[in-house]
Protein backbone atom coordinates (compact mmCIF):
# COMPACT_ATOMS: atom_id res chain seq x y z
CA UNK A 1 0.00 0.00 0.00
CA UNK A 2 2.62 2.67 -0.87
CA UNK A 3 -0.35 4.77 -2.41
CA UNK A 4 -3.83 4.29 -2.07
CA UNK A 5 -5.71 5.22 -5.61
CA UNK A 6 -9.45 3.72 -4.36
CA UNK A 7 -10.70 3.27 -1.16
CA UNK A 8 -14.00 1.03 -0.56
CA UNK A 9 -15.85 2.49 1.98
CA UNK A 10 -18.61 0.45 4.36
CA UNK A 11 -21.71 2.38 5.36
CA UNK A 12 -23.04 1.78 8.43
CA UNK A 13 -26.91 2.04 7.61
CA UNK A 14 -27.74 2.13 11.47
CA UNK A 15 -25.54 5.06 12.55
CA UNK A 16 -25.73 8.92 11.61
CA UNK A 17 -22.45 9.62 12.12
CA UNK A 18 -20.34 7.58 9.24
CA UNK A 19 -16.95 7.14 10.82
CA UNK A 20 -15.84 5.20 7.94
CA UNK A 21 -16.69 7.81 5.83
CA UNK A 22 -14.64 10.33 7.76
CA UNK A 23 -11.82 8.59 8.14
CA UNK A 24 -11.73 8.05 4.01
CA UNK A 25 -12.32 11.18 3.41
CA UNK A 26 -9.69 12.26 5.45
CA UNK A 27 -6.78 9.96 3.20
CA UNK A 28 -8.29 10.95 0.27
CA UNK A 29 -7.92 14.29 1.40
CA UNK A 30 -3.89 13.77 1.66
CA UNK A 31 -3.87 10.69 -1.11
CA UNK A 32 -6.46 12.08 -4.09
CA UNK A 33 -7.73 9.03 -3.81
CA UNK A 34 -11.01 7.83 -5.32
CA UNK A 35 -14.15 6.91 -2.79
CA UNK A 36 -16.68 4.01 -3.03
CA UNK A 37 -19.30 4.86 -0.57
CA UNK A 38 -20.97 1.27 0.01
CA UNK A 39 -23.60 -0.24 1.33
CA UNK A 40 -24.79 -3.91 1.25
CA UNK A 41 -28.73 -4.33 2.26
CA UNK A 42 -30.94 -7.37 2.27
CA UNK A 43 -34.56 -7.59 3.74
CA UNK A 44 -36.19 -11.23 4.04
CA UNK A 45 -39.14 -10.03 4.02
CA UNK A 46 -39.20 -8.61 0.41
CA UNK A 47 -38.09 -12.49 -0.56
CA UNK A 48 -40.62 -13.77 1.15
CA UNK A 49 -43.96 -11.74 -0.48
CA UNK A 50 -45.60 -14.64 -2.27
CA UNK A 51 -48.66 -12.32 -3.23
CA UNK A 52 -46.04 -10.62 -5.78
CA UNK A 53 -44.35 -11.64 -9.01
CA UNK A 54 -40.70 -11.98 -9.38
CA UNK A 55 -40.98 -9.01 -11.42
CA UNK A 56 -43.10 -6.68 -8.54
CA UNK A 57 -40.71 -8.06 -6.11
CA UNK A 58 -37.46 -6.84 -7.91
CA UNK A 59 -39.02 -3.31 -8.21
CA UNK A 60 -39.56 -3.54 -4.89
CA UNK A 61 -35.70 -4.00 -4.11
CA UNK A 62 -34.62 -1.55 -6.82
CA UNK A 63 -36.61 1.08 -4.95
CA UNK A 64 -34.95 -0.01 -2.04
CA UNK A 65 -31.66 0.25 -3.25
CA UNK A 66 -32.37 4.09 -5.22
CA UNK A 67 -33.78 5.10 -1.80
CA UNK A 68 -30.26 3.94 -0.06
CA UNK A 69 -28.40 5.68 -2.93
CA UNK A 70 -30.20 8.55 -2.42
CA UNK A 71 -29.52 9.16 1.45
CA UNK A 72 -25.61 8.30 0.71
CA UNK A 73 -25.71 10.81 -1.99
CA UNK A 74 -26.85 13.13 0.53
CA UNK A 75 -24.23 12.09 3.22
CA UNK A 76 -21.49 13.01 0.60
CA UNK A 77 -22.67 16.16 -0.99
CA UNK A 78 -20.52 18.57 1.18
CA UNK A 79 -16.82 17.06 -0.64
CA UNK A 80 -17.21 18.92 -3.48
CA UNK A 81 -13.68 18.32 -3.94
CA UNK A 82 -13.38 14.58 -3.52
CA UNK A 83 -14.21 11.76 -5.92
CA UNK A 84 -16.79 9.89 -4.45
CA UNK A 85 -19.07 7.27 -6.23
CA UNK A 86 -22.04 5.33 -4.78
CA UNK A 87 -22.54 1.65 -4.84
CA UNK A 88 -26.04 -0.23 -2.93
CA UNK A 89 -26.26 -3.60 -3.27
CA UNK A 90 -29.06 -6.40 -2.50
CA UNK A 91 -26.67 -9.49 -0.52
CA UNK A 92 -27.69 -10.90 2.39
CA UNK A 93 -23.88 -11.75 3.49
CA UNK A 94 -22.43 -7.89 3.46
CA UNK A 95 -18.87 -9.16 4.33
CA UNK A 96 -19.43 -11.42 0.84
CA UNK A 97 -20.75 -8.66 -1.09
CA UNK A 98 -17.61 -6.17 0.05
CA UNK A 99 -14.83 -8.97 -0.90
CA UNK A 100 -16.69 -9.50 -4.51
CA UNK A 101 -16.17 -6.12 -4.59
CA UNK A 102 -12.62 -5.76 -4.04
CA UNK A 103 -12.08 -8.53 -6.03
CA UNK A 104 -13.74 -6.85 -9.34
CA UNK A 105 -12.26 -3.92 -8.70
CA UNK A 106 -9.30 -4.60 -6.98
CA UNK A 107 -9.45 -1.40 -4.07
CA UNK A 108 -6.56 -0.56 -2.08
CA UNK A 109 -8.09 -0.59 0.96
CA UNK A 110 -11.10 -1.00 2.16
CA UNK A 111 -12.44 1.26 5.37
CA UNK A 112 -15.38 -0.29 7.97
CA UNK A 113 -16.37 1.42 11.68
CA UNK A 114 -16.22 -0.73 14.36
CA UNK A 115 -18.89 -0.45 17.08
CA UNK A 116 -18.50 0.48 20.37
CA UNK A 117 -20.05 -0.74 23.57
CA UNK A 118 -21.51 1.95 25.39
CA UNK A 119 -20.90 0.67 29.19
CA UNK A 120 -17.79 -0.90 28.79
CA UNK A 121 -16.24 2.20 26.37
CA UNK A 122 -14.53 -0.76 24.17
CA UNK A 123 -14.70 -1.93 20.47
CA UNK A 124 -16.70 -4.58 19.62
CA UNK A 125 -15.86 -6.74 16.47
CA UNK A 126 -18.75 -7.96 14.34
CA UNK A 127 -18.81 -11.05 12.73
CA UNK A 128 -18.44 -8.96 9.65
CA UNK A 129 -15.60 -7.29 10.68
CA UNK A 130 -14.35 -10.88 11.73
CA UNK A 131 -14.75 -12.29 8.02
CA UNK A 132 -13.27 -9.28 6.24
CA UNK A 133 -10.30 -9.61 8.65
CA UNK A 134 -9.64 -13.41 7.92
CA UNK A 135 -11.02 -13.63 3.78
CA UNK A 136 -10.42 -10.11 2.12
CA UNK A 137 -7.06 -9.68 -0.09
CA UNK A 138 -7.38 -6.06 0.02
CA UNK A 139 -5.81 -3.78 3.60
CA UNK A 140 -8.80 -3.27 5.92
CA UNK A 141 -8.72 -0.67 8.26
CA UNK A 142 -11.27 -1.00 11.57
CA UNK A 143 -12.13 2.70 12.84
CA UNK A 144 -13.35 4.21 15.90
CA UNK A 145 -14.68 7.40 16.30
CA UNK A 146 -12.05 9.36 16.93
CA UNK A 147 -10.07 11.48 14.37
CA UNK A 148 -6.05 10.40 14.06
CA UNK A 149 -4.53 13.26 16.03
CA UNK A 150 -1.42 15.49 14.61
CA UNK A 151 1.91 13.90 15.87
CA UNK A 152 0.07 11.00 17.24
CA UNK A 153 1.65 7.39 17.48
CA UNK A 154 1.27 4.55 15.10
CA UNK A 155 2.44 0.99 16.29
CA UNK A 156 3.92 -2.39 13.81
CA UNK A 157 3.18 -5.59 15.32
CA UNK A 158 5.95 -7.36 14.32
CA UNK A 159 7.64 -10.86 14.48
CA UNK A 160 11.28 -10.22 14.01
CA UNK A 161 12.59 -13.85 15.21
CA UNK A 162 10.01 -15.77 12.75
CA UNK A 163 11.98 -17.95 9.74
CA UNK A 164 9.03 -18.14 7.78
CA UNK A 165 9.55 -16.37 4.00
CA UNK A 166 6.36 -15.49 4.38
CA UNK A 167 5.93 -14.13 7.22
CA UNK A 168 9.39 -12.11 7.28
CA UNK A 169 7.82 -10.73 4.21
CA UNK A 170 4.51 -9.68 6.11
CA UNK A 171 6.96 -7.70 8.54
CA UNK A 172 8.18 -5.89 5.68
CA UNK A 173 4.95 -4.90 4.62
CA UNK A 174 3.64 -4.29 7.86
CA UNK A 175 6.59 -1.43 8.86
CA UNK A 176 6.30 -0.12 5.12
CA UNK A 177 2.56 0.74 5.05
CA UNK A 178 2.77 1.85 8.95
CA UNK A 179 5.47 4.19 7.87
CA UNK A 180 3.69 4.97 4.96
CA UNK A 181 0.63 5.89 6.80
CA UNK A 182 2.53 7.98 9.57
CA UNK A 183 4.00 10.01 6.78
CA UNK A 184 0.20 11.12 5.80
CA UNK A 185 -0.91 11.65 9.51
CA UNK A 186 2.24 13.15 10.66
CA UNK A 187 2.66 10.66 13.14
CA UNK A 188 5.64 8.39 15.34
CA UNK A 189 6.34 5.10 14.25
CA UNK A 190 6.97 2.39 17.29
CA UNK A 191 7.96 -1.45 16.39
CA UNK A 192 6.25 -4.10 18.83
CA UNK A 193 7.98 -7.24 19.33
CA UNK A 194 7.46 -9.88 22.27
CA UNK A 195 8.73 -12.83 23.25
CA UNK A 196 7.31 -16.16 25.08
CA UNK A 197 8.24 -16.51 28.97
CA UNK A 198 10.59 -19.32 30.15
CA UNK A 199 8.55 -22.60 30.10
CA UNK A 200 7.81 -23.44 33.76
CA UNK A 201 8.08 -27.14 32.94
CA UNK A 202 11.56 -27.38 31.69
CA UNK A 203 12.84 -25.27 35.08
CA UNK A 204 11.51 -28.37 36.72
CA UNK A 205 12.12 -31.21 34.84
CA UNK A 206 15.33 -30.31 33.91
CA UNK A 207 17.19 -29.27 37.50
CA UNK A 208 20.77 -27.92 35.81
CA UNK A 209 18.17 -25.54 33.47
CA UNK A 210 18.79 -21.65 34.36
CA UNK A 211 15.56 -20.28 34.01
CA UNK A 212 17.09 -16.91 34.03
CA UNK A 213 19.95 -17.28 31.49
CA UNK A 214 17.47 -18.72 29.25
CA UNK A 215 15.51 -15.83 29.46
CA UNK A 216 18.13 -13.43 28.64
CA UNK A 217 19.52 -15.37 26.18
CA UNK A 218 15.81 -15.26 24.43
CA UNK A 219 15.53 -11.62 25.35
CA UNK A 220 18.78 -10.60 23.54
CA UNK A 221 18.15 -12.50 20.54
CA UNK A 222 14.52 -11.32 19.97
CA UNK A 223 16.00 -7.62 21.00
CA UNK A 224 19.41 -8.22 18.09
CA UNK A 225 15.99 -9.68 15.20
CA UNK A 226 13.94 -6.43 16.22
CA UNK A 227 16.78 -3.60 15.88
CA UNK A 228 18.49 -5.22 12.77
CA UNK A 229 14.56 -5.49 11.06
CA UNK A 230 14.15 -1.43 12.38
CA UNK A 231 17.53 -0.83 10.99
CA UNK A 232 16.77 -2.13 7.11
CA UNK A 233 13.42 0.58 7.39
CA UNK A 234 16.24 3.49 8.87
CA UNK A 235 14.48 3.07 12.04
CA UNK A 236 15.86 3.44 15.70
CA UNK A 237 16.76 1.06 18.84
CA UNK A 238 14.16 3.36 20.51
CA UNK A 239 11.79 3.32 18.09
CA UNK A 240 11.24 -0.79 19.36
CA UNK A 241 9.44 -2.19 22.16
CA UNK A 242 10.11 -5.72 22.80
CA UNK A 243 8.47 -7.20 25.81
CA UNK A 244 8.17 -10.44 27.13
CA UNK A 245 4.31 -11.84 27.40
CA UNK A 246 2.08 -13.12 24.74
CA UNK A 247 0.99 -10.67 21.89
CA UNK A 248 -2.69 -10.10 22.57
CA UNK A 249 -1.28 -8.86 26.48
CA UNK A 250 1.65 -6.91 25.81
CA UNK A 251 0.54 -5.29 22.17
CA UNK A 252 -2.94 -3.59 23.65
CA UNK A 253 -0.89 -2.65 26.87
CA UNK A 254 1.59 -1.08 24.59
CA UNK A 255 -1.07 1.05 22.41
CA UNK A 256 -2.96 1.89 24.92
CA UNK A 257 0.06 3.37 27.07
CA UNK A 258 1.63 5.23 24.29
CA UNK A 259 -1.78 6.49 23.56
CA UNK A 260 -1.57 4.89 19.96
CA UNK A 261 -4.56 5.82 16.80
CA UNK A 262 -3.51 2.82 14.97
CA UNK A 263 -2.05 -0.65 15.17
CA UNK A 264 -0.97 -2.16 12.32
CA UNK A 265 -0.96 -6.05 11.92
CA UNK A 266 -0.27 -8.82 9.71
CA UNK A 267 -3.19 -11.92 9.16
CA UNK A 268 -1.42 -15.06 7.64
CA UNK A 269 -3.72 -16.84 5.79
CA UNK A 270 -2.62 -20.42 6.19
CA UNK A 271 -4.89 -23.76 6.47
CA UNK A 272 -4.96 -26.05 9.33
CA UNK A 273 -3.19 -25.99 12.49
CA UNK A 274 -1.01 -23.40 11.42
CA UNK A 275 -3.92 -21.06 10.51
CA UNK A 276 -5.25 -22.03 14.20
CA UNK A 277 -2.26 -20.83 16.33
CA UNK A 278 -0.66 -18.01 13.89
CA UNK A 279 -4.43 -16.75 13.19
CA UNK A 280 -5.64 -16.70 16.39
CA UNK A 281 -2.82 -14.76 18.02
CA UNK A 282 -3.64 -12.07 15.39
CA UNK A 283 -7.04 -12.40 15.88
CA UNK A 284 -6.49 -12.70 19.89
CA UNK A 285 -4.45 -9.19 19.69
CA UNK A 286 -7.05 -7.22 17.48
CA UNK A 287 -9.58 -8.34 19.74
CA UNK A 288 -8.05 -6.85 22.57
CA UNK A 289 -7.48 -3.70 21.08
CA UNK A 290 -9.50 -0.37 21.46
CA UNK A 291 -7.95 2.04 18.61
CA UNK A 292 -7.90 1.81 15.25
CA UNK A 293 -6.50 -1.17 13.41
CA UNK A 294 -5.10 -1.89 9.94
CA UNK A 295 -5.03 -5.90 8.86
CA UNK A 296 -2.88 -6.91 6.12
CA UNK A 297 -2.66 -10.28 4.20
CA UNK A 298 0.98 -11.80 2.98
CA UNK A 299 1.60 -10.54 -0.55
CA UNK A 300 -0.75 -12.99 -3.05
CA UNK A 301 -2.90 -13.76 -0.48
CA UNK A 302 -5.63 -15.39 -2.11
CA UNK A 303 -9.36 -14.87 -0.97
CA UNK A 304 -11.24 -17.97 -0.35
CA UNK A 305 -14.36 -16.26 -1.81
CA UNK A 306 -11.98 -15.81 -5.47
CA UNK A 307 -13.33 -17.50 -8.16
Known amino acids: MEQIKRILTVIDPTKQQQNSLDRSISLA ?4 AKITAFLSIYDFSYEMTTMLSREEREAMREAVIKDREAWISELTSGYQ ?4 ETKVVWHNRPYEAIIKTVL ?5 LVIKATHQHDTLKSVI ?3 TDWHLIRKCPAPV ?3 KDQAWPEKGEILAA ?3 VSDDEQHQALNNRIIKDAQFLCELANASLSLVNTYPATPVNIAIEIPEFNPSQ ?3 AVKKHHEDETWALAQRFGLSDSQCVIKEGLPED ?3 HIAKQKNAELVVIGTVGRTGLSAALVGNTAEHVIDSLDCDVLALKPDGYKSPLAQ
Not at 81 to 84: E, F, G, K, S, W
Open 141 to 143: LLV
Open 104 to 108: EHEFD
Open 125 to 127: FTP
Open 214 to 216: YNE
Open 29 to 32: QKTG
Open 250 to 252: VIP
Open 158 to 160: VNA
Open 81 to 84: NIDI
